[in-house]
């Protein structure tokens, strides 16, 4: 009977048809996944490194503000030091070779 050749040859085709559109329903649905998964991680990583970067940065503002402080208390020490010694505050003090101020008379 060759109609029933031909129902069983096109029931073959169209179960093979079903089976590989479903494998490649599958197969996409897993690049999809896979897909938005490295979305999401490449999403924590732009979101990580703005961060890092602002963290070195106030690290390193933390650091000049603390050197910052120690060259205001080395100032003002000197300053104590200088209206202690009863020297004349209205007179500037000379500046050494190496950049920094002598307080006292002669030390340039």
Do not use: H
């Amino acid at each position: 009977m060759p109609g029933r050749d031909e129902l069983l040859e096109n029931g073959g085709e169209l179960l093979r048809d079903l089976l590989e559109g479903s494998l490649d329903s599958l197969v996409l649905g897993l690049v999809e996944m896979l897909n938005q998964r490295l979305d999401r991680l490449l999403r924590r990583v732009e979101f990580f490194s703005p961060l890092e970067q602002r963290v070195s940065l106030r690290r390193e503002a933390v650091i000049l503000v603390k050197r910052l402080l120690v060259d205001v208390l080395v100032l003002l020490q000197g300053l104590v030091d200088l209206s202690e010694s009863g020297l004349n505050l209205g007179e500037f003090p000379s500046v050494s070779r190496d950049g920094f101020y002598a307080i006292w008379p002669g030390t340039c």
